[in-house]
């Protein structure tokens, strides 16, 4: 009955009410969404680095040979030697080297050639199909898969770089030969082949630019290219006729190996035996070589901390703006409690007692946050989800706004119940201590 009442109260001036409610639900939206982001950006960070202690790429920016390598959501910084890299790959000090070779992608999802080791490092099992054997099989990612509508046996061509609208490679397809299941990491969206399929493809591609440079007679510089890539070209040649000796139906299927000089990789995910080589293996490798080893827990440290700051921002916005909303739900109550005086003295000789008339200025308040809470969970959800959205359709990194994380957002609820009360004391306090007698003898 109490209930009821103090429903049909909150809604007896509208505006009030409704300015209360959207206040409420704006502070609640804001931190549920920083709520959630934080937790989930943590999570799939945290578990796309685990087991990688150094990145071994190329010189430029350490937050970029991180965000390229690990997660897949920037461009490379460039490309090194693969018979440099293997140097450092063998060192006894490493226990696990992954090397990655990037180049082209299938609508916007990269193709990148490694080994079975990077399926084994994110724990990703086959659903269907077997493991990439030759070159230009695939292992398409689970939640790729979905969204393209892949299946095992089908084919695809490449197009160049990063873009989905880059230069397609027709002269030789990707077949799909399995499907990981998903694991909520960064290889649930990528295509995965063996790195001789990205040599094979680019090579194919350069020896095609090659021979238009060369019969281009406004290029002018015809000799030069001869001369330079006559050995390389030679070298391609022989091996093309060795295939066609072997097996001339086979052409396209040509299977390169990793030993293949010269040939370029573009990082390699390290994980040492001994810690020792994490803090030392920075500083020589930069000195000795045109590389640069980088610590992806220092750089993501780095990244968070930048985004810190944002974060923080908003956190004490949406602090203020839940304050702001206790204001106004208590400057409702007080000066509505004017208005109704005559209202609680007939209660008061209708049988209610001082501390039902508490109740009931005090339930009004909670309604009004519990509401705005509600709305504030839902569109805070929403948020997430929009924001999730542009973030899969840019970078294939997605959140879920369906999660609750019962701890923070059941304090987050608490929060808000406490405002409501410490808006409506006094109103509250006010109504315990009317006195009936002088209030009906001025009505």
Known sequence: MIVKLAWKNIWYKPLNTILSIILLTASTAII??????EKQFDEKFNANIDGVDLV????????????SSVYQIDAPTGNINYDSARVWMQHPFVKKAIPLAFGDNYRGYKIVGTTVDYLDKYDA??????????????????????????????????????????????????????????????????????????????????????????????????????????????????????????????????????????????????Q????????????????????????????????????????????????????????????????????????????????????QLLRLVMIESLLLCIVGFIFGTILGRIALWLISTSAEKDFKFSFNPYEFIWDKEGILLLLTLFVGVLAALIPALKAYQLNISKTLANA
């Open 272 to 355: 040492f035996r001994n810690k020792m080589g994490i803090v030392t293996w920075p500083r020589i490798i930069a000195q000795n070589t045109k590389m640069q080893a980088v610590s992806p827990a220092i750089e993501v440290n780095r990244l968070v901390s930048m985004f810190g700051i944002g974060i923080d921002a908003l956190r004490y916005l949406a602090y203020g703006i839940m304050f702001i909303s206790g204001i106004s739900i208590f400057i409702a109550l007080f000066n509505t409690l004017k208005e109704r005086k005559n209202e609680f003295a007939l209660l008061r000789v209708n049988g209610a007692k001082r501390f």
């Open 125 to 270: 099992k086959l659903t269907e199909g077997h493991l990439f054997e030759k070159n230009f099989e695939v292992v398409v990612g689970g939640e790729m898969a979905q969204k393209l509508n892949l299946k095992i046996g089908d084919e695809f061509f490449g197009s160049h770089g990063d873009a989905a609208e880059g230069e397609v490679h027709e002269h030789f397809g990707y077949k799909v030969v399995g499907i990981t299941a998903i694991t909520g990491k960064v290889v649930d969206n990528l295509i995965l082949c063996n790195i001789p399929s990205v040599w094979q493809m680019h090579d194919n591609h350069e020896e095609e630019h090659h021979e238009e440079e060369m019969h281009n007679p406004e290029h002018g510089e015809e000799g030069h290219i001869h001369e330079e890539g006559d050995e390389h070209y030679q070298h391609e040649h022989d091996a093309d006729e060795h295939a066609h000796e072997h097996d001339e139906e086979d052409h396209h299927n040509e299977e390169m190996t990793l030993d293949k000089k010269g040939m370029e990789i573009t990082a390699v995910l390290l």
């Open 32 to 37: 549920t969404v920083l709520v959630l982001l």
């Open 56 to 67: 071994l790429g190329a010189q430029g920016s350490p937050l970029q040979l991180i965000l």
